[in-house]
């Protein structure tokens, strides 16, 4: 998979892929980040990137030709099966949007900045708007981040344990059960003894409750239609 991150801010994009499981993906050659300065596609000798809005009003508004620029170059190297906006009025992210990314080969993320882009880019260019939350960010990188790291890490081969990400909260709309190292008495606090059992089905059933038990507590919204529940 590839995503092409087109920012105004590239430094603020620097420091997340080249860590961690992110950078592994990289290595592996399993995901491929690249990020683009609009600034170098921008129009006219000062290099301008946004302008004050029509009809007035505070803050500055994405200009259309260097965003059209950089995604028409990027298209003219390959074909994207996303084009992606990240705003705050977009569609709100989730691990359903996570899984369904992590399926697609090239996509494309527009962060926005100031007052968002001119209309005219998400008429033409973009195919998926999203939100990670319903509060405002001073831009869409950190959003952009949040959903590249959230899609890399679903990529078959890029988590050491095949299976980890299945047992995820929400991979199952439940949230995880809780999890426990060594030492077994920490202070008189005791590690369940059915979790030193070695009895894999019993601990199967018991981290299953546990997560029901834990998604009713914290959030009942998602067991709602699942019958995990009486009276549901
Ligand atoms: N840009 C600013 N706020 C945002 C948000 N909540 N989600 C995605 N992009 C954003």
Redesign the pocket.
């Known amino acids: 998979m590839r995503i092409d991150i087109i920012t105004v801010v590239p430094g603020l994009l620097e420091g997340p892929f080249s860590h961690s499981i992110l950078k592994r993906a990289e290595d592996k050659g399993l995901a491929m980040v690249r990020v683009h300065n609009l600034r170098e596609y921008a129009v006219g000798k000062h290099k301008q990137v946004d302008d004050y809005a029509f009809g007035g009003g505070a803050g500055m508004v994405m200009m259309v030709e260097p965003i059209a620029k950089c995604i028409d170059a990027l298209k003219a190297e390959r074909e994207y099966d996303e084009v992606i906006y990240?705003?705050?009025d977009?569609q709100t992210f989730d691990q359903h949007m996570a899984n369904s990314l992590s399926l697609k080969g090239n996509i494309i993320i527009l962060c926005?900045h100031y007052k968002g882009v001119d209309e005219r880019i998400r008429q033409k260019y973009i195919t998926k708007e999203?939100?990670?939350?319903d509060?405002?960010?001073s831009?869409?990188e950190l959003?952009a981040a949040v959903v590249a790291d959230a899609v890399i890490r679903l990529i078959p081969g890029v988590l050491n344990d095949e299976t980890s990400a299945l047992t995820d909260s929400f991979q199952d709309g439940l949230l995880a059960p809780p999890v426990y190292t060594r030492p077994a008495d920490y202070e008189g606090m005791k590690v369940p003894d059915i979790l030193l059992s070695g009895h894999n089905e019993k601990i199967d059933a018991w981290r299953f409750e546990e997560s029901v038990r834990r998604t009713q507590e914290r959030r009942p919204d998602l067991l709602k239609g699942k019958g995990l529940v009486s009276g549901d």
Not at 130 to 133: E, F, V, Y
């Open positions: 990240m705003t705050p977009g926005g999203i939100s990670i939350g509060f405002v960010l831009g869409g959003a």
